[in-house]
């Protein structure tokens, strides 16, 4: 195998481990081709540590004399420190791991090595099918259809195979539309309001150029999700000069005498390499617990992590508030209509679609709006916060939506099925996993890597009831309302789940949290009891009333 | 009694003007609004702190309150003759001369005579001090100030080492500033250790007393375990050694024996005071961004200076619990910073502090028998603009925090600490009137006036941490919060308190809440239920007729009289309220541009900042 290769020294006695808030552990350092595994041999309270190489996202050694020291910053911002005597032994453990860490080829990667130890009960890769979705929809409206155009992916190789559009416009008036968008990505439907039978759709950007080009199938397509003589809002995640000098690449913008019943709103939100920098900033500023007062609030403004947060929720509330408020229908898109657009559309199902709200339905959206739609998790989730090199496509695209969920979470605790734990899972697999969900950076590029055939799906480990428990909030009571957070600076909160979760001691707020659970099942069990006595009682009273002449 | 029709309240934040319509009242007491929902809005005029009048507007003259505690409202009055009567009433009515002329000489709960005594017999301190374990062996009740002789703002019950003279008593306060020697402020059993606390010496540049030299010798030989005992100035050693030109100063460790010396540095009442102030400024803006508010937080200072006085009182609980030395605490005067961090190093020290009861003792003890200037620092009467200062509500804060840091310590919620932060303020009660106790004998507060705990504790129902865990820490173990900076945070159902689109639309907190309530009814009922069962079982033909049906829901509170004791919080809603959402109204919640994108672009916005006729107490 060629991991045994890499491995210059798989195991390490008398090494010894440091976390912060932990007492340091001494005990012995495996490497095996996907994990680092560190075991104490103290037999009182064995301690074990598993770390996939792929979590690792940077390494620094130092030396002391001939003790070594590893610094392993992860990928989940965790930041651990392994003393390791002997010069030389310490420097294989280091670059074998760099080596590990960094394996080029995605083959290589855990998923395709990793064996259950679960009986599977629902095969996670077809858990969530585009076409049971459409089943759905069909029972509420006709105007929809599903088309294949794709199915090769030779029409938008980040499309998925199938994908639904209005029901008027034929598979050819499809194909001349994608090559009217960037990437090929025509507007497709993200989501369909019930209620009022308004449409979101997402693409890219229009290639008008600087000639103004049109496409008459283009309109035809948008137009089709429009009542008529109502207008319709397209939102643009770029600023207007931006979406202007997007026209001398070939890019453009919906002009408003080619879309007259359009009305174009810039919502301007960061593009990706910016929200890496960001999210660079915010985690140096909470790694350092020297920092005095002004100098953290002004590394937290510096790092305009919130501002990110803020102007992202603003703009999935002004896409809702078209669709619920305004009965309009809304059309949204970037440049590549796969970042910025994705999580717009998908907060703004979160606001509006209860069924987002619960694990299956969020489960269902991730796969759709994220995993099917083409977000490229392989490019994104390459590197995180503690990246040494220099980087190229990474950014925390999906790490802002999950952290607008939490935010949202934490204004309406009683209405999401899941907790916060469930976010954090998904922000940890995102980036390393044993699974092969977020591997690829398309449905096209998942199909040849065979990942369905040849991997572990993260859904068909998470939705096993044992594993469902530990995420459901058990405060949860469904709520078909459509729910508006505030996005005032005040309400608006660090995610501490996130960035401050190895950087103090949590055993308090987790026990509070146990608390809470505890006084919430009491309940339950509670009121079962009293509703069984009342029953027992008022059986008696009828069996006494019978006895009676 | 002023009454006004068809006047407007806007919604502090809201951009596009919403407002509700109503009628306006003016009482002796409160200033009363009633919009057309029936909704009632009630403001004690005690509790203004600004009225302001802005330059008329097409829709009428608008009139703005701010409220000590940080409510603000926006009204807009038809007419501009109403609105100046409004506004000159207000003027009059929030401004008291005398001390008679506060609501709590007029306000009458409707308790008997022997009810007022047993109120204001519930804290009782010979006991607190008894709990503690003194007198002892080495501390003892001095009656030298008996008779405020002494010091005029101290207690007339105080404890002191037992060989601390009268002589030595008697020098050592005239050393200290306004005579405030070291006495004993808590005494931790277990380590035999004392928090003492006093004035700043006046040492000037170079004098020095013997007898005070004695009396922190006493201090030090009153702890048999440890002779060392630090001295904490609790001021910036800057502000300590300017007041060495003015004849006051600090110890001079050459002078004591076996004192270790040391600053930490809290600012003074006016740095507090312009701190708050500008974060009023900044969380009242509309429309602020994000990095507005964090850059406005740092330039306000005000985390900072909370952080300061918790990382004081940490400094103070450790040297207690790890070296278990005792402490002598001071800042200027010793009646603001002093009793911040001596009040906060107990609270981290003695779990009883962290019960209902135990907080009421703390402050009772601290700072309102050690006399902290209440009245001058939150403005009672018409006074010194430059006395007001919020040295309780960054004590309040500090210990919400810690609150947040251990959310299973504390037997009370953040409730409570909203409560008496609001009647700190509010002059409704006696307990928090003049400004130290001989102030409050001569007004004969006991007799004229209500003490509040007893109606704290009377619903405290409302006031306790569902999560509270009294085995959380065994007495007398030390609390030892992590006070690295991104732990402290804005407390926004303080300044906030009243604007509600800013609060999560579910409370968790509450529904916590209700459902442990409900599980103790649930339990009440199980146990009614097994013994119908158990008595069926038994005799079955005896008929169970008489059992109580269940209580209902409690009687509606009468409407139309001002609300003697609840302000107006929310109620506590059942089970089934908590879950509604409340801002399910886009127009709550504030995605300013693209409320401008749907409607037209509204009136300009008047600053509060230029507004004419500006009235600050």
Not at chain 1, 277 to 299: T, Y
Not at chain 1, 402 to 417: G, K, N
Not at chain 2, 249 to 258: F, Q, T
Not at chain 2, 490 to 512: E, G, T, V
Request: glycine share 4%; aromatic share 10%.
């Amino acid at each position: 195998m060629e991991f045994a290769e890499l491995i210059k020294t798989p195991r390490a006695d008398n090494v010894v481990l440091h976390r912060p808030f932990h007492p340091a552990v001494e005990g012995t350092l495996c490497l095996t081709g996907h994990h680092l595994i560190f075991s104490s041999r103290r037999q009182d309270n064995a301690e074990e540590l598993w770390l996939l190489h792929s979590n690792i996202d940077s390494i620094d050694k130092r030396f002391v004399g001939s003790l070594g020291t590893i610094i392993i910053k992860c990928k989940d911002l965790r930041i651990i420190q392994l003393d390791i005597p002997g010069m030389e032994e310490c420097l294989n453990i280091a670059s074998s791991i760099e080596a590990l860490s960094t394996l080029d080829s995605v083959t290589l990667m855990y998923p395709f090595f990793y064996r259950p130890m679960f009986e599977v009960l629902e095969d996670g890769w077809s858990s969530f099918l585009l076409e049971q979705e459409f089943e759905l929809l069909s029972s509420v409206t006709n105007e929809w259809r599903l088309s294949c155009v794709n199915k090769d992916f030779s029409v938008c190789p980040s499309y998925p195979p199938v994908v639904i559009v209005p029901k008027c416009i034929d598979d050819e008036a499809l194909r001349k539309v994608a090559l009217f968008r960037h990437g090929g990505r025509f507007p497709v439907l993200s989501y369909y309001h019930k209620k009022n039978g308004m449409a979101m759709m997402r693409s890219s950007q229009p290639l008008t150029g600087t000639n103004g080009r049109r496409c008459k199938e283009d309109e035809k397509l948008i137009n089709a999700t429009l009542r008529s003589g109502r207008r319709g809002f397209v939102i643009d995640t770029r600023p207007l000069n931006v979406a202007q000098q997007a026209r001398a690449k070939g890019g453009g913008f919906e002009q408003e005498v080619h879309y007259p019943q359009w009305r174009r709103i810039h919502k301007y939100i960061e593009r990706f390499n910016i929200l890496q920098e960001s999210f660079i900033k915010l985690v140096e500023a909470c790694n350092d617990q020297s920092h005095n007062m002004d100098r953290w609030l002004s590394k937290l403004e510096a790092s305009n992590w919130l501002t990110h947060i803020k102007e992202l929720l603003t703009a999935a509330c002004l896409a809702a508030q078209c669709i619920d408020r305004e009965g309009a229908s809304v059309l949204v898109h970037g440049s590549e209509g796969t970042d910025s657009t994705l999580q717009v559309t998908s907060l703004a199902q979160i606001i509006l679609d209860p069924r987002c709200r619960t694990i299956r339905g969020f489960e269902a959206l991730v796969v759709r709006e994220w995993l099917q739609a083409g977000h490229p998790f392989q490019q994104r989730c390459a590197q995180s916060a503690y990246s040494n090199s220099k980087q190229k496509w990474e950014a925390p695209v999906f790490l802002l939506f999950l952290e607008c969920v939490w935010q949202i979470h934490r204004q309406f605790p009683c209405s999401f099925e899941f907790n916060e734990q469930f976010l954090i899972m998904l922000f940890e697999h995102a980036y390393a996993s044993q699974f092969g969900t977020f591997l690829g950076n398309n449905e096209n590029e998942r199909a040849k890597l065979k990942l369905p055939q040849k991997t572990m799906s993260l859904w068909s480990w998470v939705n096993r009831p044992e594993e469902l428990s530990r995420f459901q909030n058990p405060l949860y009571e469904a709520n078909s309302l459509v729910i508006w957070p505030s996005v005032a600076p005040q309400s608006l909160q660090l995610w501490e789940g996130v960035f401050l979760r190895w950087n103090r001691p949590s055993k308090f707020l987790e026990e509070a949290e146990e608390e809470r659970i505890n006084i919430i099942k009491y309940n339950k069990e509670l009121q079962a009891k009293v509703n069984a006595l009342r029953r027992q009682l008022a059986e008696m009273e009828t069996d006494e009333a019978q006895q009676e002449p | 009694l002023l009454q006004v029709e068809q006047v407007k309240l806007l919604d502090r934040f809201s951009t596009s003007n919403k407002s509700l319509t109503g009628t306006l009242y003016l009482t002796a007491t409160h200033l009363l609004f009633i919009d057309s929902s029936q909704r009632e809005t009630w403001i004690l005029h005690h509790h203004i702190a600004a009225v302001e009048k802005l330059p008329l507007t097409t829709s009428g003259c608008p009139l703005v309150i701010q409220c000590k505690n940080f409510r603000i409202v926006h009204f807009v009055v038809p007419r501009e003759r109403d609105c100046h009567d409004i506004y000159n009433s207000l003027l009059q009515l929030s401004r008291t001369a005398k001390y008679e002329e506060l609501y709590a000489f007029s306000y009458n709960p409707k308790q008997n005579e022997s009810e007022q005594v047993k109120g204001w017999q519930l804290i009782d301190l010979a006991e607190e001090y008894k709990r503690m374990g003194v007198p002892n062996a080495y501390w003892q009740l001095s009656d030298a100030n008996r008779d405020y002789k002494i010091c005029e703002t101290y207690p007339r019950e105080l404890y002191v080492p037992r060989t601390a003279s009268k002589p030595i008593i008697v020098g050592s306060s005239k050393f200290r500033s306004k005579g405030r020697f070291p006495v004993l402020s808590y005494y931790h059993k277990n380590k035999e250790a004392a928090i003492c606390r006093c004035s700043q010496p006046l040492s000037g540049f170079s004098a020095r007393c013997l007898e005070d030299e004695h009396m922190l010798q006493a201090i030090s030989k009153a702890n048999p375990s440890n002779r060392y005992m630090y001295v904490m100035d609790t001021r910036p050693k800057l502000n300590a050694m300017a007041n060495r030109a003015a004849g006051k100063g600090y110890e001079n460790e050459d002078n004591y024996s076996n004192i270790r010396f040391q600053f930490v540095g809290i600012e003074n009442i006016h740095v507090m005071r312009s701190s708050l102030q500008k974060l009023l400024e900044v969380s009242g803006t509309r429309g602020l961004s994000v990095n507005d508010f964090l850059s406005g937080l740092e330039n306000s200072g005000w985390l900072r200076h909370v952080k300061a006085v918790l990382d004081a009182a940490v400094f103070l609980a450790k040297a207690i619990a790890v070296e278990g030395a005792s402490v002598l605490v001071h800042c200027s005067d010793g009646w603001d910073r002093t009793s911040q961090v001596c009040s906060l190093g107990a609270l981290l020290l003695d779990s009883y502090y962290r019960t209902i009861k135990g907080f009421m003792v703390l402050i009772e003890k601290d700072w309102i028998s050690f006399g902290h200037k209440f009245s001058d620092r939150c403005c009672q009467l018409d006074g010194d603009p430059k006395e007001i200062s919020p040295v309780f509500t960054q004590f309040l804060e500090s210990v919400w925090n810690l609150t947040e840091q251990f959310p299973q310590a504390f037997e009370y919620n953040e409730a409570f600490l909203l409560q008496i932060h609001e009647h700190v303020h509010s002059c409704q009660f006696g307990n928090f009137l003049g400004n130290c106790q001989k102030e409050r004998e001569e007004l004969k507060l006991k007799e004229k006036t209500y003490s509040l705990w007893p109606f704290l504790l009377a619903e405290q129902k409302k006031y306790q941490n569902p999560l509270y865990n009294p085995d959380f820490s065994p007495e007398l173990t030390l609390l030892e919060p992590n006070t690295v900076s991104f732990n402290f945070k804005f407390w926004r159902n303080m300044y906030h308190q009243f604007d509600r689109s800013m609060h999560p639309r579910q409370s968790m907190f509450n529904l916590i809440m209700n459902t442990s309530e409900q599980n103790k009814q649930l339990e009440e009922d199980i146990k009614e239920l097994e013994a119908k069962i158990r008595q069926r079982n038994g005799q079955s033909d005896v008929v169970l007729e008489k059992e109580q049906e269940q209580t209902a829901h409690p009687a509606p509170v009468a409407l139309k009289t001002p609300p003697c004791f609840q302000k107006e919080q929310p109620p506590m809603p059942v089970n089934d309220a908590v879950r509604t959402i409340e801002g399910s109204n886009t127009a709550d919640n504030r995605y300013s541009e693209l409320v401008s994108e749907f409607s037209k672009a509204e009136p300009a916005v008047v600053s509060l900042e230029y507004g004419v006729a500006r009235m600050t107490c």
